[in-house]
């Protein structure tokens, strides 16, 4: 579903920031059918070798590692750069408690604020990567407002030039948005379903659905110059 509001297209230049093992990227080369760049970021250096292990196994030909932290601001000469940027940033987890019931006992209540600011300066960063016209997609597996909603307005009041794109997700650069009064069809074309989607435009699923865990992910989409 994260994957699906990157909406990577073949050809273009991908941003898998906080790439880990690389499920979503590997997502993101097949619906590129291996045609463009990804490039994966992650500060694991024994993640990202798994992780090209595993795009050599699938044949994938178009992922390129690096080992760099976002919480440092990248070089002015990468700004403007992907035409999508992916940031599933580190989080509390606890909206994937289910499958991971020890991560309880990893975690205490100052967390939550302490991991939202890491968020945020991450998600700063990562949006002076996308060129005018891109996407940027902020993913979570925590269910916490804090690290869910606050985070995304805090971001969307300093930066005006993006603004959040609701399914069915138009392709970068369209002048569409997010409109309250005229709410998208039942029947219309989404690569997400709707019932996940809050009338803000964020992906929202919770543990208690079947074969589902707790996330929260946006797409955003900057403004053209």
């Known amino acids: ?26 997502h993101a080369a097949q619906r590129m059918e291996n045609r463009g760049e990804i490039t994966a970021w992650d500060k694991d250096k024994e993640k990202l070798s798994i992780l090209a292990s595993e ?33 599933d940033a580190p ?20 967390d939550i604020p302490r991991l939202a600011a890491i968020q945020s300066r991450m998600l700063f960063h990562a949006a002076d990567l996308v060129k005018p016209g891109g996407r940027l997609v902020y993913a979570v597996c925590s269910c916490q407002a804090r690290e869910n909603e ?25 002048s569409a948005g997010i409109n309250h009064d005229q709410p998208a069809p039942e029947n219309s074309a989404s690569p997400v379903p709707k019932h996940l989607i809050s009338d803000r435009g964020f992906l929202k699923t919770y543990p208690d659905t079947p074969s589902m865990d707790g996330f929260f992910a946006v797409a955003m989409d900057r403004k053209t110059e």
């Open 1 to 26: 579903l994260v994957t699906a509001l990157l909406d990577p297209k073949p050809g273009e230049r991908i941003l898998d920031a906080c790439a880990g093992l690389g499920g979503k990227t590997g």
């Open 55 to 87: 795009m050599e196994r699938l044949g994938i030909s178009m992922v390129e590692t690096g080992e760099r932290d976002l919480l440092e601001p990248p070089g002015p000469w990468l700004h403007n750069r992907f035409d999508r940027v992916l940031l």
């Open 91 to 110: 989080c509390t987890g606890l909206g994937v408690l289910r499958r991971n019931p020890e991560a309880r006992w990893n975690r205490c209540r100052e």
């Open 150 to 174: 606050a985070v995304i307005q805090a971001f969307l009041e300093q930066r005006e030039e993006f603004s959040v794109i609701a399914p069915p997700i138009p392709s970068p650069g369209s």
